[in-house]
């Protein structure tokens, strides 16, 4: 054979060779971890319903407060109420551990539910958080809601 034959059949053969398909590698799936959201039960607190809640995604945990409306106004109540300034407090602690932290602050509350947010931490498997949400306004001293939860990975 002479070298412009052997060029020519080794590109033909480089050709075929690259028009053949080849198995993509599957990709591995990545775990997606899902958030879950639990909250205490609910509490008065200067008059109106409040609750302490945790959002557990794998071992990170965001903790906050709600203020809502205790129901519904009582009849001849002036619609909508007038805003009301509220001091909140919020802490949690690694039951048996430390302190993930302490928040307070002032929030102000109308007719909507309010959320307060406040601590996000990252907590060991296999423990249990407790949190602590407190809501005052002048005259009313807190009432605090509390949550205990386990932390499953």
Known sequence: MNRIKQIAAGAVGAAALLATPVPALAAVPQATVATVTTCGWSGLQAGLSTKVCAEVTGDSVVLYGQIGLAGPPSPGTPWPPAPQELVTGLSAEVVGGGSLGAVSGRTVFSTSTVRVDGIRATVPCG?????????EKSFQG????????????
């Open 142 to 153: 807190p009432a605090p809601v509390a949550l205990d939860l386990p932390v499953v990975c």
């Open 127 to 135: 423990s249990v958080v407790h949190a602590s949400f407190a809501v």
